[in-house]
């Protein structure tokens, strides 16, 4: 162990998780060089070649990957230990460390969190917003406790709860043709809304792939004259009469002081959820107990 380092470690895992050591820099704070030094010194120390480099980025060796699983179980003896340890304190204090996309963080999560601070108010919160994907690694990683994200994902290394539903919501202007049907919140069809031209949004995340994916199925591709970078930016287009738009029901807010009119996609596909996710088999902390308890609680499923 004199020779294990737990910050070259979490490197490892940062690289072996973004495929970049550009990325992986800017989610671990530090500089890309010191990176590449600490994975060479690493790498000269064990005689093994961990990261194959290419212009595209770095990808684990087989010896990267074992060495990445190694330090993985690592951290999670570590953060169980610890857990374990808190089970002998009085519950009172402690620290609930978070991964959330941003449709939780901007849905119901930052009330739920007040109330939850007000019961415990001797838990330290770290929040960290990440991409799904990324979540889930942190969360693999034990650098998290739990990890918020959509359902679109696999889950079969954890355990799962539901958090909040976020079905998905077509938008449109009052003068649109669809809006007689939207105001009065009845579901439509996706073949209905696609056949109008969609105001798109330059978006990796899992609502366009659902809905790109659902396209392609139905034959009609997304179509429009306008792509725009943000959610924001796509409500205002719809709302200046550029077509239709989709959004979560974790982003409805958006929609407060417009006269936009709204309702839900029909399609089963389209009821979506944020699930918590933790990882099996591993104590639970105090911290993380009450917060689950009090999701579980205050979790209203939406009709339909």
């Known amino acids: ?16 998780r973004d495929g970049s050591i550009a990325r992986a820099a800017e989610h671990e704070g530090i500089a890309p060089s010191a990176i590449s030094r600490r994975i060479a010194d690493l790498e000269a120390r064990l005689e093994v070649v961990l990261f194959d480099r290419s212009a595209f980025g770095v990808t684990p060796t087989a010896a990267g990957e074992e060495y990445a699983q190694g330090c993985r179980r690592i951290f999670r ?3 169980d230990l610890e857990t374990a340890m808190g089970g002998y304190a009085d519950g009172k204090a402690g620290e609930l460390q978070i991964a959330s996309s941003s449709s939780a963080l901007s849905g119901r999560l930052p009330e739920l969190l007040a109330e939850y601070t007000r019961a415990n108010p001797g838990v330290a919160l770290e929040i960290k917003e990440m991409a799904a ?5 942190a969360l693999e990683d034990a650098q ?15 355990d799962v709860s539901p958090f909040e539903d976020d079905h998905v919501w077509v938008i449109a202007s009052p ?7 939207m105001g009065t919140r009845k579901s439509l069809r996706f073949a209905e809304t696609v056949a109008h031209e969609v105001v798109r949004v330059h978006h990796t995340g899992a609502l366009y792939r659902l809905l790109n994916d659902a396209a392609q199925k139905a034959g009609q591709p997304l179509h429009g004259r306008v792509n725009v970078e943000g959610f924001p930016a796509m409500v205002r287009m719809v709302e200046a009469g550029f077509g239709i738009g989709f959004l979560r029901n974790s982003s409805i807010h958006l929609l407060a002081g417009t006269d936009l009119v709204y309702a839900p996609l029909g399609e089963d596909w389209a009821k979506r959820q944020l699930l918590i996710a933790r990882r099996k088999k591993g104590p639970v902390s105090a911290p993380v107990e009450a917060f689950l308890e009090l999701s579980a609680k205050t979790y209203a499923p939406m009709p339909g």
């Open 144 to 158: 998290v406790d739990l990890a918020i994200v959509v359902d679109s994902y696999d889950f079969s290394r954890f």
């Open 1 to 16: 162990m004199s020779h294990f380092d737990p910050v070259t470690a979490r490197l490892v895992l940062a690289l072996a």
């Open 77 to 79: 003896e570590i953060a």
């Open 175 to 181: 003068d649109h043709p669809l809006a007689a049907r």
């Open 133 to 137: 994907r990324a979540s889930l690694s």
